[in-house]
């Protein structure tokens, strides 16, 4: 950058005279003006530089920065009824890595993610992959459908699933109910975890399925030709050339899915009403954090439950970054 | 039709083709089954919804008309509000973050200062911290500064969006050619009128596409506005929603007229997002299809 904007002023002649200076005094203002300009130059490109990133890092240090350094500082005190605020260092995160409702909450999410992420990717990886074969404009159109609840609220995709799940006006119990059957009530206490499965992966596969699908037209189609001159059948094709090409969009997709879920709340918040006594206040570590924050008002603690949630999450990370790292992902 | 084409045609047509048809047309239902649901059952007043109509089809008498007076009417129009307030945090939050993420996003492309590279680097890492892990935090803060419900405590966070920014900065560096700014500065333009001049246009398609994220990302918004928000009359229409929804499911019976509300508001509340969804397609493949590509 810096190079092609002095390049003209370093010529190779104007070198060569700060080195010797020749008799004429024009030739030894010349490097002097250059050397000024590159720097005004360079000045200039660090003030007008700075001067378009600034708006931007003025909101990232008051959104992100200073919300996560007072956190992190108040995870480090604790309100007591006797002695008022007392810095305690470590004590909430002990506390909080012995609290069962905040153990349990994490376990949860982190048994989920693991159940869910696999399915929700076999899925999307596998509605991408025939979306690659067919080409109709039933094709088309299903593609936009399968892709519509992504611009739906969670919010109103968990109401509407808690609705036909409901026993009250759901179609799942009536259609069992006609075959003289009780339907699964995906609202209890035992079918809640696959019921919340089913609206995270109704809400999101569709849009992991864009990025696989893109990623899959991004490959040279001469590829397949020569695989089938070699005598590769469609599935060969598919194993061999389509899945490794896209494994490293499936890998960053993997892990930002990860980390929300991770971070899961707004659909059990919104399925606790409807699924009475499925969920508890402190099912995932960011409601049991919410009510901490809202309902108690106990900011410290509030703090430290999420200062470890993103500690857990980081680890997760970095465990499943350090398993896929052979198969070439986004970071390496 | 020539012989050729014919025959080309049935060779498309192989049972493994009408297979995955069939795979299509039943992942269709699946994905659309919830909105079929919501179509016909806000159609319904709450004696059908809890008598003995079929879940998945029309009652006999349509109340769409009676259900939408009452959902603009039902305590004293207060649903209007939520709308209007969704559409003011939407684009307020929406408009600002797209400012900022053009703005910064040219900064990172098309100068050389000192900080960029661990800027950048920074930037990269603040993409994988979701928005969600921050609404604690940044709620907490607010509290002691006195923000909390008032609209700035939702504007405000919105615009915070790390993805816009390195999008835009990787859309910068690829259409905006430096010889094109050189020559500007050349004609004797200021940094800030080359570029509103040339860059600012040749931007325009992600800028869209930036915009229209994070105004569909700040309307679908739920935890913070839930966190920062107690006064009703400030609610987006999500939250709205899922209060209604949950008074209606603590009071049961007495709230059942409340659930024919819910179903509706669900409905008209997604509408403009499908419609925007439908109609701006292109925009949206463009943007969430560019992490994939790299």
Redesign the interface.
């Known amino acids: 950058m810096t190079a092609s904007t002095t390049g003209p002023v370093r010529s190779p002649g104007q070198r060569r005279s700060t080195t010797s200076p020749g008799p004429e005094t024009s030739s030894t203002t010349g490097p002097v003006r250059a050397a000024r300009r590159r720097r005004s130059t360079t000045s200039r490109q660090n003030v007008a530089g700075w001067l378009f990133v600034g708006p931007f890092g003025i909101i990232f240090l008051a959104l992100l920065v200073v919300p996560i350094g007072y956190a992190l500082y108040l995870s480090l005190f604790q309100k007591r009824l006797i002695g008022g605020t007392k810095f305690v260092f470590l004590d909430n995160y002990l506390k909080a890595f012995s609290d069962p409702s905040f153990v349990d909450g994490v376990w949860f999410v982190i048994r989920f993610s693991l159940v869910l992420i696999p399915i929700q990717m076999a899925i999307s990886l596998a509605i991408a992959l025939i979306l690659d074969t067919v080409t109709s404009k039933f094709a088309r159109f299903s593609r936009l459908m399968i892709f519509l609840p992504y611009a739906i609220p969670t919010v109103i995709g968990a109401l509407m699933w808690g609705f036909l799940y409901s026993k009250n006006f759901g179609p799942i119990a009536d259609t069992f109910a006609a075959f003289g059957a009780t339907g699964p009530d995906f609202l209890s206490n035992n079918m809640i975890f696959y019921g919340l499965m089913n609206v995270v992966t109704w809400q999101w596969a569709g849009y992991y399925m864009i990025i696989l699908y893109a990623a899959l037209q991004g490959i040279d189609s001469s590829l397949y030709e020569a695989a089938r001159i070699d005598g590769a059948s469609q599935w060969q094709i598919i194993r061999r050339i389509k899945i490794p090409l896209v494994t490293p969009a499936l890998v960053l997709i993997l892990v930002f899915a990860l980390i929300g879920t991770l971070q899961f709340f707004n659909e059990p918040q919104i399925l606790q009403q409807l699924a009475a006594g499925a969920i508890p206040n402190d099912f995932t570590p960011n409601m049991y954090a919410y009510q901490q924050a809202f309902t108690l008002a106990n900011s410290n603690y509030s703090s430290t439950i999420s200062f470890a949630l993103g500690a857990v999450v980081f680890i997760c990370v970095y465990i499943f970054m350090f398993a896929t790292r052979k198969r070439g992902n986004f970071l390496s | 039709m020539s012989a050729t084409h014919i025959e080309r045609r049935r060779a498309r047509r192989t049972p493994?083709?009408i297979a995955?048809?069939l795979?299509?047309?039943l992942?269709?239902i699946?994905?659309?089954?919830?909105?079929w649901?919501?179509i016909v059952?806000s159609s319904k007043d709450s004696a059908a919804?809890?008598g003995g109509t079929?879940?998945?089809w029309f009652a006999p008498e349509n109340s769409y008309v009676e259900n939408l007076k009452q959902l603009f009417t039902y305590n004293g129009g207060l649903y209007g509000r939520w709308l209007a307030n969704s559409a003011l945090y939407a684009f307020a939050g929406g408009i600002g973050a797209t400012?900022?993420?053009v703005?910064?996003g040219?900064?990172?492309a098309k100068?050389?200062?000192?900080g960029?590279r661990a800027?950048f680097a920074i930037l990269l890492g603040?993409v994988?911290?979701?928005a969600?892990?921050?609404v604690?935090?940044?709620?907490?803060?607010f509290?002691?500064m006195g923000l909390t419900n008032t609209i700035w405590s939702v504007i405000?966070?919105t615009?915070?969006n790390?993805f816009g920014?390195f999008l835009m900065s990787l859309y910068a560096r690829d259409v905006v050619p430096?010889e094109l700014l050189?020559a500007a500065r050349m004609d004797g333009a200021g940094?800030?009128r080359t570029?509103v001049k040339v860059a600012l246009p040749l931007m325009r398609p992600a800028i869209v596409t930036v915009l229209l994220l994070s105004v569909?990302s700040s309307?679908?918004?739920?935890?913070l506005p839930?966190?920062m928000l107690v006064d009703n009359r400030l609610f987006p229409v999500?939250?709205g929603?899922?209060l209604w929804?949950?008074t209606a499911?603590?009071y049961g019976a007495a709230g059942t007229n409340l659930?024919s509300l819910?179903?509706l508001g669900?409905l008209v509340?997604?509408i403009p997002?499908?419609i925007?969804?439908?109609s701006l397609?292109r925009y949206w493949?463009g943007g969430?299809?560019v992490?994939?590509?790299?």
């Open positions: 493994g083709h995955l048809h795979a299509l047309a992942l269709v699946y994905f659309l089954i919830p909105f649901w919501v059952n919804l809890f079929s879940a998945l400012v900022l993420a703005l910064a040219y900064g990172f100068y050389t200062f000192v960029r800027g603040a994988m911290v979701p969600t892990a921050l604690i935090p940044t709620f907490i803060l509290s002691q405000l966070p615009l915070l790390p920014v430096d050189d940094e800030f570029f569909v309307w679908n918004n739920y935890f839930l966190t999500t939250v929603i899922g929804q949950s499911s603590t659930f819910v179903i669900s509340s997604i997002l499908i925007a969804f439908l397609q493949r969430l299809t992490g994939a590509l790299k």
